[in-house]
Nanobody
Framework: QVQLVESGGGLVQAGGSLRLSCAAS????????MEWYRQVPGKQRELVAG???????KYADSVKDRFTISRDNAKNTVYLQMNSLKLEDTAVYYC??????????????WGQGTQVTVSS
């Protein structure tokens, strides 16, 4: 089995910073792309940022220059550094990873989500 566990969410004032972490564990052979998504009630889940196994990154326009995605392959962990947070960044944040398991299966795995609330 494979598990993704997120941490680092919480309540922060507008303009502040938070750092999210997502650690993958279990029967992992390798991890390809790792991504962060967010969702607010009544809206579709949206891609926030992604990072390839080689370190290439992509960002939603709404978070460019404020958020930074990174990964530690030795720890099977992806991070999201969020700076200059805005009220509209309030959401549940989910990580997703494309994982090849030791059983030679491949799939997309999701974390359970972590709440980020930005207050005025």
């Amino acid at each position: 089995q494979v598990q993704l566990v997120e941490s680092g969410g919480g309540l922060v004032q507008a303009g502040g910073s938070l750092r999210l972490s997502c650690a993958a564990s279990g029967s992992i052979f390798s991890i390809n792309a790792m991504e962060w998504y967010r969702q607010v009630p009544g809206k579709q889940r949206e891609l926030v940022a992604g990072i390839s196994s080689g370190g290439g990154t992509k960002y939603a326009d709404s978070v460019k220059d404020r958020f930074t995605i990174s990964r530690d392959n030795a720890k099977n962990t992806v991070y999201l550094q969020m700076n200059s947070l805005k009220l509209e960044d309030t959401a549940v944040y989910y990580c997703k990873a494309k994982i090849y398991t030791k059983s030679f299966t491949r799939g997309d795995y999701w974390g359970q989500g972590t709440q980020v609330t930005v207050s005025s």
